[in-house]
Every structure is written in C-alpha cells, then in structure tokens.
C-alpha cells in the first residue's frame, strides 16, 4: 500500500470540505494499491471552515483527515509549503485546491504518470470557462513575459494541481525563500514533469478569493522573485540617456557657437528636469522593491505559524 498525501489549502471554504472529502475518498476506492490522508491547511478562515474540518476528522478519523490550522491568513504559497513541509510517512504528495476546481477524479490518471516513472505531474488547463477575458488576456501575457525574460519555464494554464514524489517534494521545501512563488519553484528544482490537460469549471461553492489587483501583485512579485532583468534594464536606458544627452550637448554646443545671442530655452530645461526627475524615482522604486525583498528574506521570519493542528510536530 502506497500512502498520498492530499494537500488542500482553505481560506473559507467551509461548504467545500466534505464534499471534496467524499469526491476523493471515490476516487480512490477504485484503487486498492493506495491510500489517502488529506491534509487540510486552514489558512486563517474566517468561517467555519476549521470547524468543518474538525467535524470531519471526528466522522472519518486521523488516519484519512489530518489539519494545520494558521494563526492568520499566510496565503496560499505559504499553505503549500506548510503542506509539503508535514509529510509524514507519505510516499506520493498531491496538491489540490478545495473549491473542486481541480477534479479529483484526474488524480487517478495523475498517479499512473508517477508510476510511469515521471518525477511530477502537473494538470493544466486548456480552457478558461468562467473567467473573464480580461483576467486570462493578462494571464497569458504574464507568462509569455516571464518565460521570455527569466529562466523559468512555466507552462501556460499549469495549475497548482499537482502529484509529485516525495523526492520532488522535498526539494520544494529546501527552498526557504519567504516571498514564494510555487510554479516558479516548481520550474526552479527541475526533475521530469507531466502534462495532462483538463477542462476548467467552476468553483463547488464560495467564491474566488482573488481580487484583479491580487492576481496583478502575484505575477510582479513572482517575476521579481525570479528575474533581476528590470535592474539590467535600468542600466541599458542609463546608458541609453547618456549617450542621448552626448549628442545633444554637441548639437547645443554648436548652436551656441553659431548663433551666441538670442538663446531661450526655459521650457525645454523644465521639461527635461521633469522627465529626469521622473525617471531617477522610477529607478529608485525598481531598486527599493528588490532591496524590500532582501529585508524581508534576511529577516528569515518562518513562513507560517501554527495555531492548532493533529499533526504531530515533525522533529527538526
Ligand atoms: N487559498 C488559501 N489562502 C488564500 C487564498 C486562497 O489557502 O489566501 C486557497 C483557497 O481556499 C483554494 C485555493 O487556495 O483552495 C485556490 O483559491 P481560489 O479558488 O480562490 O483561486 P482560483 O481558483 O480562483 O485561482
Ligand atoms: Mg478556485
């Protein structure tokens, strides 16, 4: 018998919890070689959530439903670290989100792929029912940006969905980065994944906990979690103005020469004294948002903090 491991992060997801209990517990009745234990990971809801979670545990016990619940809410990224950081004697690891946005019944096809031989296999989607246009046009920009500009691969509609060796896992959680970004983790330690392709559909129950303005900070703090190429940039334009203003210095130099009286030139110094200005507290702003970065991470403050769980402390 192989152990999975199922890890769900919930932020008020209180309608979810049974009901994606039961969907797994179907799948995996129809494969005698494994078992499950879902690891829940309450991130901090305000609802009932970890109370479901509790009811649960007591209907179906600790072998199948184990709880990390937060202090506060960490987010997702920081939710999947604690998961995979809290395997117990698991041999595969799952990652999955509660909303049944991730079907489970794929898990069956996902695991055969480990079998297989593959180190991961991630699900992805190939089409964006019920979301809105505008959310997947600057979706796929994001990625077409960020596998241009960063080392990273990331796979376009690659979900969170994942199924993974324990191997896989643990190499995610060796890196102890504070600011995380998953998909670039996940391309970041390599190993040999799987693709297969699902159709999107809508959440069971609850709402999307996604504002627009949260999804445009998680894809600017997952390119600069991964790319230094903006204070590159910053360089070439210096550059780029220098040699401008060179040229320029001749041109008016000559102009001077030809013609000594009868220069005026307030509104062109103003303008160039706005646009520099402008400029140099851009600059700075790159350069302080990758120095707020380093702050953060040399504070090395732990990624999430428990308040209440069934799992026993793993031994450091
Ligand atoms: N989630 C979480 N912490 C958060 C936000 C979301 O644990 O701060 C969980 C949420 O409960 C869900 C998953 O992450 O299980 C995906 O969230 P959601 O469905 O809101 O995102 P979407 O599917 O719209 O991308
Ligand atoms: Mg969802």
Redesign the pocket.
């Known amino acids: 018998m192989k152990l999975v491991k199922i890890i769900?992060?919930?932020?008020n997801?209180q309608e979810c919890i049974k009901k994606m209990y039961e969907k797994v517990k179907h799948v995996f009745d129809s494969m005698p070689d494994y078992e499950f234990c879902i690891l829940y990971?309450d991130?901090g809801s305000k609802d009932d959530t970890l109370k479901e979670i509790i009811k649960l545990l007591k209907l179906v016990g600790k072998r199948r439903v184990n709880y990390l619940s937060f202090a506060r809410?960490f987010?997702?990224e920081a939710?999947i670290f604690a998961g995979l950081s809290n395997l117990g004697n698991a041999d595969l690891v799952a990652l999955m989100?509660?909303?049944l946005?991730h079907p489970p019944e794929l898990l069956k096809e996902m695991i055969s792929e480990i079998e297989n031989g593959h180190d991961c296999c991630g699900a992805r989607r190939i089409s964006r029912n019920g979301e809105p246009i505008i959310r997947s046009f600057f979706s796929n920009l994001f990625y077409k940006v960020i596998n241009k500009v960063t080392s990273m691969q990331l796979v376009p509609g690659g979900s969170d969905f994942r199924v993974m060796t324990r191997q896989v896992a643990e190499a995610i959680v060796s890196l102890t980065e504070t600011e995380r970004f998953t998909k670039g983790i996940f391309s970041w330690v390599g190993f040999d994944t799987q693709w297969i392709e699902y159709e999107n559909c809508e959440?069971y129950a609850g709402t999307?906990?996604?504002s627009f303005g949260g999804l445009m900070r998680y894809a600017i703090s997952g390119f600069m979690a991964f790319a230094t190429t903006p204070l590159r940039a910053v360089i070439y334009i210096g550059l780029l103005i220098v040699m401008f203003s060179f040229f320029y210095a001749i041109y008016v130099f000559y102009h001077a020469v030809k013609n000594p009286t009868g220069r005026t030139g307030y509104s062109s110094i103003i303008l160039l004294l706005l646009f520099f200005g402008g400029f140099i507290i851009m600059l700075l702003g790159i350069v302080g948002e990758y120095l707020a970065r380093i702050y953060m991470e040399v504070k090395q403050r732990p990624i999430y903090i428990v308040k209440s769980t069934n799992v026993e402390e793993k031994e450091e």
Do not use: H, L, S, Y
């Not at 769900?8 to 932020?11: A, D, R, T």
């Open positions: 769900v992060p919930c932020f997801e990971i991130d809410n987010g997702k939710a989100d509660a909303d946005q959440r999307t906990k996604w």
